[in-house]
Nanobody, 115 residues
Framework: QVQLVESGGGLVQPGGSLRLSCAAS????????MSWYRQAPGKERELVAT????????NYADSMKGRFTISRDNAKNTVDLQMNSLKPEDTAVYYC????????WGQGTQVTVSS
């Protein structure tokens, strides 16, 4: 059974940091490109960051460059998203995605940036 389980979301003040983690199971994690997406209320889901299967290449949406860092541990089957200098507009549900032979999604974790 494939599972992507996100954790680490919560409430943080503007300028603060959070680290999201996604634990994967049920598929060959090291063969899949991993991404984080987010969806704010009333908006479409958007790509936040992507990391290739071996972790050698990362890509970020323009508004996240320099603030967010995606990383993965293929030995632990986890992918993390370190988010710094958070802004109110970063408030959204953040989803973990695995893309390879198939496409898998986690259930999401809420991130709220507010004072």
């Amino acid at each position: 059974q494939v599972q992507l389980v996100e954790s680490g979301g919560g409430l943080v003040q503007p300028g603060g940091s959070l680290r999201l983690s996604c634990a994967a199971s049920g598929f060959t994690f090291s063969s899949y490109r991993m991404s984080w997406y987010r969806q704010a209320p009333g908006k479409e889901r958007e790509l936040v960051a992507t990391i290739t299967s071996a972790g050698g290449y990362t890509n970020y949406a323009d508004s996240m460059k320099g603030r967010f860092t995606i990383s993965r541990d293929n030995a632990k089957n986890t992918v993390d998203l370190q988010m710094n200098s958070l802004k109110p507009e970063d408030t959204a549900v953040y989803y973990c995605n695995a893309r390879g032979r198939r496409d898998y999604w986690g259930q999401g974790t809420q991130v709220t940036v507010s004072s």
